[in-house]
């Protein structure tokens, strides 16, 4: 099984990876199932194989926002692995998922035996960490369609691949209300946005997918 180079699989040396694929138990969780949820205090962390999930959280008037997608080859609850805090999200298999389910105690030890590791993991909670700060004060002063432009401009760099016609895609399967929560604006206004870009060629859209036809003019749109 081959994982994105950028993930936390991927940036491991072969022994180091096989050694953590050893430990814990494997996994199965179907499309919408809770692999772990917000305010809970449970000690594992869970490293996924493969397919995608969603991290949300919840907001101040009890709605939802979209936090990230993450994917096989990356780790999911590590912060609370690592302090033993009550999570601070909620993590939501989008369709089928094959992970390894590893005790906090046990992942601790692992990284205490293989230090390289611990710098792939601290280096991709500080890219996390970068990426939401980053978002937050980027949006603070975008327009919608900026946003738009931008979030799928990150999920291409992040999780794209070729499509059809030298096309690319987002390669996230994502709704119009969950895209909405990720950029943070309300749907109607996401949705016009969408058919803007539509319009112009920019971007073809069908039932949870994204296609960009004019990369160039996306990136345009991002930093207008």
């Not at 611990?118 to 978002?135: D, E, P, Y």
């Amino acid at each position: 099984m081959q994982w994105p180079a950028a993930s936390v699989l991927g940036r491991m040396s072969a022994e180091s990876r096989a050694e953590i694929l050893r430990l814990g138990s494997y996994r199965e969780y179907t499309s919408e199932e809770v692999v772990m949820r917000e305010g809970d205090r449970t000690n594992f962390v869970v490293l996924l194989l493969n397919g995608w999930v969603k991290v949300t959280a919840t907001t101040e008037n009890g709605g939802f926002a979209l936090l990230a997608i993450r994917h096989g080859g990356d780790l999911v609850g590590e912060l609370a692995g690592l302090d033993s805090e009550p999570r601070v999200a909620t993590v939501t298999a989008a369709g089928a998922v094959l992970a390894k389910v590893v005790r906090a105690d046990a992942f601790v030890e692992f990284l205490r035996r293989q230090p390289d590791v611990h710098q792939v993991l601290s280096s991709t909670i500080g890219a996390k960490l970068r990426s939401a700060t980053r978002r937050r004060v980027e949006f603070g002063g975008c327009s919608v369609a900026v946003r738009v432009a931008r979030v799928i401009l990150e999920l291409e760099r992040a999780y794209g691949g070729s499509s059809s016609g030298g096309h690319r895609s987002v390669g996230v399967s994502l709704t119009q209300p969950e895209l909405a929560a990720l950029v943070g604006a309300a749907e109607p206004t996401v949705h016009k946005v969408l058919r803007d870009l539509r319009q112009r060629g920019v971007l073809a859209t069908g039932y949870r997918a994204v296609v960009i036809q004019d990369l160039d003019a996306l990136r345009l749109a991002a930093n207008p």
